[in-house]
């Protein structure tokens, strides 16, 4: 068995093979060849441990995932857990691979993919509203994508975020970074606003005028009790796009919407109808798209981690 640390995964794959891989994923889904039962959720006392399980023809996946809200404060990643890899024909073990790097590179693929199909290829400005290591890499991959001049950051619970600036600047010296004071600055400062973070009430502000003729990447709420946009930006969406269907049930961004009557299920697209241009979307207008992530994405990352690092002899090779 291979077992893969967060060094070994960053060293072993680029951005844009990682942007093919979850667009293999997008695609898999929509032609319905896998296996995916729905996410498990364990919670207890504010923390939630995650399980996350998927079957292809040629692999299958298991990721455990626990999330600690207040890891912040200790300085520790809110995300921590692991992926195990097998092989799809005979059940054999193959990897263990660390899962807070394997996750976040792979969300920051899927949020570039939504801002590849639902925003205009000549936006140059994106704002940023949760600076974690999620949101870290949904800046860098939207920058991969989209020939980004300006990033606008705001945090409501990191007063200085000149650390993690400094970090981004090391990958991306070209881009005029931003500190704003609050949300609303983010929104009037961008063309892309990404919200990653974990808030149960939207974080930002519930005015039509701020937020028309925007574009949305949600890649934080995950569960029902959560929300990141107010009920003003679903009456200016013609559509709504999602990653997973399954997102219509399990993000209060989605659900909530759903149940007022601000938006109708059947104006709701998975991306992959739009890479797989089933349908299309008009780019030139207000736009969301919302990720809750599914291990179908674990899946197809970890497969291209495995054999990447195979290929450059990375990892240490256990007996199991």
Same mark, same amino acid.
């Given at each position: 068995?291979?077992i893969?640390?967060?060094?070994?995964i960053?060293?072993?794959?680029t951005?844009?093979?990682?942007?093919k891989?979850?667009?293999e994923?997008?695609i898999?889904?929509?032609?319905?060849?896998?296996?995916?039962?729905?996410?498990?959720h364990i919670?207890?006392?504010?923390?939630v441990?995650?399980?996350?399980?998927?079957?292809t023809?040629?692999y299958?996946?298991?990721k455990?995932v626990?999330?600690?809200?207040?890891?912040?404060?200790?300085?520790?990643?809110?995300?921590?857990g692991?992926v195990?890899?097998?092989d799809g024909?005979?059940?054999?073990?193959?990897?263990?691979?660390?899962?807070s790097?394997?996750?976040?590179?792979?969300t920051?693929?899927?949020?570039?993919?939504?801002?590849?199909?639902?925003?205009p290829?000549?936006?140059?400005?994106?704002?940023?509203?949760?600076?974690?290591?999620?949101?870290?890499?949904?800046v860098?991959?939207a920058?991969?994508?989209? =020939?980004?001049?300006?990033? +606008?950051? $705001?945090?409501?619970?990191?007063?200085? %975020?000149? #650390?993690? &600036?400094?970090?981004?600047k090391k990958?991306?010296?070209?881009?005029?970074?931003?500190?704003a004071?609050?949300?609303?600055?983010?929104?009037?400062?961008?063309?892309?606003?990404?919200?990653?973070?974990?808030?149960?009430v939207p974080?930002?502000?519930d005015?039509?005028?701020?937020l028309?003729?925007?574009?949305?990447?949600?890649?934080?709420?995950?569960?029902?009790?959560?929300?990141e946009?107010?009920?003003?930006?679903?009456?200016?969406?013609?559509?709504?796009?999602?990653?997973?269907?399954?997102?219509?049930t399990?993000?209060?961004?989605i659900?909530?919407?759903?149940?007022?009557?601000?938006?109708?299920?059947?104006?709701?697209?998975?991306l992959?109808?739009?890479?797989?241009k089933?349908?299309?979307? =008009?780019e030139?207008?207000? +736009?969301l $798209?919302?990720s809750?992530?599914m291990? %179908?994405? #674990?899946? &197809?990352?970890?497969r291209?981690i495995?054999r990447?690092?195979?290929?450059?002899n990375?990892g240490?090779?256990?007996?199991?």
């Amino acid at each position: 068995m291979l077992i893969l640390n967060k060094n070994d995964i960053l060293n072993s794959v680029t951005i844009d093979e990682l942007l093919k891989a979850v667009e293999e994923a997008f695609i898999i889904q929509e032609r319905g060849n896998f296996s995916m039962p729905d996410r498990s959720h364990i919670d207890y006392q504010g923390n939630v441990l995650l399980l996350m399980p998927a079957f292809t023809g040629d692999y299958f996946s298991t990721k455990l995932v626990s999330v600690f809200p207040e890891n912040r404060k200790k300085n520790l990643p809110v995300i921590i857990g692991s992926v195990l890899l097998n092989d799809g024909t005979t059940g054999e073990t193959l990897a263990l691979l660390e899962a807070s790097k394997l996750t976040a590179l792979r969300t920051g693929a899927v949020g570039a993919l939504g801002i590849v199909h639902t925003t205009p290829v000549d936006v140059s400005s994106v704002g940023l509203i949760g600076a974690g290591e999620q949101g870290f890499h949904q800046v860098l991959f939207a920058c991969a994508v989209r =020939n980004i001049k300006s990033v +606008t950051l $705001f945090d409501a619970f990191n007063s200085n %975020l000149n #650390d993690f &600036v400094d970090s981004l600047k090391k990958y991306l010296p070209e881009i005029d970074f931003k500190i704003a004071k609050n949300s609303e600055e983010v929104v009037k400062n961008s063309e892309v606003i990404i919200t990653a973070t974990t808030s149960e009430v939207p974080v930002i502000p519930d005015d039509k005028d701020l937020l028309k003729g925007k574009h949305f990447i949600g890649i934080g709420s995950y569960k029902p009790s959560m929300r990141e946009f107010p009920n003003n930006l679903f009456r200016l969406l013609d559509n709504a796009i999602i990653d997973t269907p399954f997102a219509m049930t399990e993000s209060g961004d989605i659900s909530v919407p759903i149940e007022k009557g601000l938006i109708k299920k059947e104006d709701i697209y998975t991306l992959g109808s739009l890479i797989n241009k089933k349908v299309k979307i =008009n780019e030139n207008v207000t +736009t969301l $798209f919302k990720s809750v992530g599914m291990a %179908l994405f #674990d899946l &197809v990352t970890a497969r291209l981690i495995y054999r990447k690092a195979l290929e450059k002899n990375i990892g240490t090779s256990v007996e199991f």
